[in-house]
């Protein structure tokens, strides 16, 4: 698809949201760095492996903050509750790939950039830029910078009761599964005007932009990895059963969207949005569920 350049002139009208690292995190929940230490110890002895990560990470912030986007805001993303969007013009996503969607779900609609802050253990498939990277793209006055729009899945569902949710739009996955995993999944499918009841580990709707994700460690599968802005997503049935009776295959369990497809739930089970707690979603018995292409887009910037 088409690609519109990019550029901005004010770098103060460039927020940098940062995730903390494992290592800040973790000496959040331990009392001492001894405590942690030996915890570490017992996972195949990590803690040199953490904290090196935790040094490249700190060591990428704070080259970016001196000495390439000096008059860019940075925060870390607990803090984005308290920021007025309309003062920004570029939202650039300093981390891995889960915290590009979760940045992403909290700024829409505006323009984000994926930084990776450790492409030493990241490979950061939602990530167009190194810090390396990013500072030639500055120093040459964002000549090669272009945005691509990403597609998104919208999701509407319908409780028994006759409530009805919007939720977030799903930049790169969704998962349905039973609430229990030991337990199989059982819905209905309706697409294309017919109506198939499946047993499964779960499904999988993905965009261009999970097509690398989740999905690919799942086997068998046709369908390969395709562009983020491509206009459909797919829909994947993981570890199906075959019909009883007749133990024939199911026939939607790999599959294109280009509108939309319908899941009715005969389980206690849940929706998750993008991986994200805070985009998890009751499906019970007769719950229905909408998954749509939607009209609007990610804007992301990336490199021509």
């Known amino acids: 698809m088409t690609q519109a350049q990019f550029s901005i002139q004010d770098t103060s009208r460039i927020l940098v949201v940062q995730k903390k690292t494992k290592y800040e995190l973790d000496m959040e929940i331990y009392s001492s760095l001894d405590e942690y230490k030996k915890i570490c110890k017992l996972q195949n002895f990590l803690f040199d492996r953490i904290f090196q990560s935790h040094q490249r990470q700190e060591e990428s912030r704070e080259y970016l903050r001196k000495k390439v986007i000096p008059q860019a805001r940075f925060i870390f993303r607990d803090e984005l509750g308290t920021i007025n969007m309309d003062d920004f013009d570029l939202v650039i996503s300093l981390g891995g790939d889960n915290h590009f969607t979760f940045v992403a779900h909290q700024v ?43 597609s998104l899945i919208h999701t509407t569902l319908t409780y028994p009761d006759g409530r009805v949710v919007h939720t977030f739009p799903s930049v790169s996955e969704i998962s349905i599964r039973n609430n229990s995993p030991d337990l199989i999944s059982r819905y209905l499918i309706r697409f294309k005007d017919e109506i198939e009841e499946q047993k499964s580990s779960g499904l999988l709707l993905y965009t261009g ?93 990336i490199a021509r």
């Not at 323009?111 to 500055?138: C, H, K, M, Q, R």
């Not at 390969?224 to 009776?245: I, L, M, N, T």
């Not at 133990?247 to 389980?267: A, C, G, L, P």
């Not at 805070?278 to 009209?295: C, I, Q, S, V």
């Open 108 to 150: 829409f609609p505006k323009i984000i950039l994926g930084l990776n802050s450790d492409p030493d253990t990241s490979v950061g498939a939602l990530l167009g830029f190194s810090t390396e990277s990013f500072e030639n793209l500055v120093q040459n006055a964002w000549k090669s910078a272009a945005i691509e729009e990403w």
């Open 209 to 301: 932009a999970g097509s690398t994700g989740w999905v690919a460690s799942c086997y068998p599968k046709k369908t390969g990895p395709f562009p983020k802005d491509q206009r459909y997503f797919q829909v994947y049935a993981r570890e199906p059963r075959r019909k009883d009776k007749t133990y024939e295959h199911f026939r939607w369990i790999d599959f294109r969207v280009e509108d939309s497809v319908e899941v009715v739930s005969e389980m206690n089970g849940g929706i998750s949005i993008d991986s994200l707690a805070e985009r998890y979603y009751l499906f019970p018995p007769g719950t229905k569920a909408e998954f749509t292409l939607g009209k609007t887009r990610l804007k992301v910037v």
